[in-house]
């Protein structure tokens, strides 16, 4: 069946440094592929996302791109700031009747200032 | 105004009770949700109602039963609590056509003592 694969955390960051968080899906079909966004205390928000190969998704200094032949959607952030400590989750549908969202287990980020 | 709206956002029962949580959404969207978060952030989805049509019926015990009176609510009742059903509860609702971008509520911390 369907699945994503994220990287598990926690991950720790200083302010200002590089981050990549790595994910993977498997998936029949075309699936469109997204990155969700938990800030604590708070319900999941859309943080970006794209519908076919080679799409980039940003939003926020964040960036993915949807890579077919890798079946990756890796989520990328240059330089990172204190307000982006939260838990990060990859996430695709495959547009079947159900209307699915297969999340991956999520992400914990911590930024140190 | 709250998108997707859910009460309580604490509820604190002991084991054996009958609870509800309710849910609302004021997007004019046809598919709502219910997901279950434990403590380790892992998304869990146990629900999904179209038109207050069942869709997603995930493997969740029957004491758990969610009701659609109209398209922009949907509940869920919990009989006869358990501690494990201690978690935090998300609503959400999408478009049905479109990609499917997931709107959540804030959640429900729901602790069985």
């Known amino acids: 069946g369907d699945s994503v694969t994220q990287m598990e955390g926690p991950v720790t960051l200083s302010e200002e440094a590089f981050l990549t968080i790595n994910c993977t899906y498997t998936a029949t079909g075309y699936p469109s592929l997204f990155w969700y966004v938990q800030y604590p205390g708070e319900g999941l928000q859309l943080l970006l996302k794209a519908t076919k190969a080679d799409d980039k998704g940003s939003n926020k200094g964040f960036e993915a791109t949807y890579r077919k032949e890798t079946t990756s959607f890796h989520l990328e952030k240059g330089s990172v700031q204190v307000s982006d400590s939260a838990v990060y989750f990859c996430?695709?549908?495959?547009?079947?009747?159900?209307?699915?969202?297969?999340f991956g287990k999520g992400t914990r980020l911590h930024i140190l200032p | 105004d709250t998108a997707v709206s859910q009460t309580p956002k604490y509820l604190v029962t002991q084991m054996g009770n009958d609870k509800s949580i309710k849910c609302e959404q004021n997007l004019g969207h046809d598919t709502m949700y219910w997901y279950k978060q434990d403590s380790k952030k892992f998304l869990k989805i146990m629900f999904s109602y179209n038109n207050k049509e069942l869709i997603i019926n995930e493997t969740v015990p029957n004491r758990f039963s969610p009701k659609s009176p109209d398209k922009a609510h949907l509940n869920l009742h919990i009989n006869s609590l358990e501690l494990g059903d201690s978690a935090v509860y998300f609503c959400?609702?999408?478009?049905?056509?479109?990609?499917?971008?997931?709107?959540f509520g804030a959640g429900t911390r729901l602790s069985v003592l």
């Open positions: 996430a695709l549908t495959t547009m079947n009747r159900d209307d699915k969202i297969i």
């Open positions: 959400a609702s999408s478009h049905a056509s479109g990609q499917n971008i997931q709107y």
